[in-house]
């Protein structure tokens, strides 16, 4: 059974990112839900839209290709989403962040707070940490 569904991720790469994009946006029961579907974050695509959209950005030569969202706010649509490398789109996480914002977070940040000021802020926990080490925002 194993090999069938090796062959078929091989074959359809892109579907585990479909299937990932769309259920935080879907599913209620999923961590990630309250940063993306509780927000309003629709999953918008179809799967062929999806498709189209990795080979248009060439996802299949990344080494951990990840979906963005050009405007942070806006839905998955086709016309507003894109493949980057992962780590790209870690950074870019960032970019939804003002100065005063990382300001606080630096003021309020303990090891390990990564994901509850994410939350309050609307971006992932490596977007908390570059921010407090400098590494998107400048130095403290």
Not at 44 to 65: C, I, R, V, Y
Not at 93 to 115: C, E, F, N, P, Q
């Amino acid at each position: 059974m194993r090999i069938i569904q090796s062959r078929w991720e091989s074959n359809n790469p892109w579907m585990i990112n479909y299937a990932k994009a769309k259920t935080r946006c879907t599913n209620k029961k999923t961590k990630i839900y309250s940063r993306y579907g509780a927000k309003g974050i629709l999953f918008l695509m179809t799967k062929e839209q999806f498709k189209f959209l990795w080979m248009l950005d060439n996802a299949g030569a990344m080494s951990h290709p990840s979906i963005d969202r050009v405007d942070s706010k806006g839905n998955y649509e086709f016309s507003n989403c894109r493949f980057l490398e992962k780590s790209e789109n870690s950074r870019l996480g960032a970019g939804v962040l003002t100065h005063d914002d990382v300001r606080r977070i630096r003021k309020d940040y303990k090891y390990g707070d990564g994901s509850k000021l994410g939350k309050k802020y609307g971006v992932g926990k490596t977007a908390i940490t570059n921010a407090v080490r400098g590494k998107t925002w400048g130095s403290r």
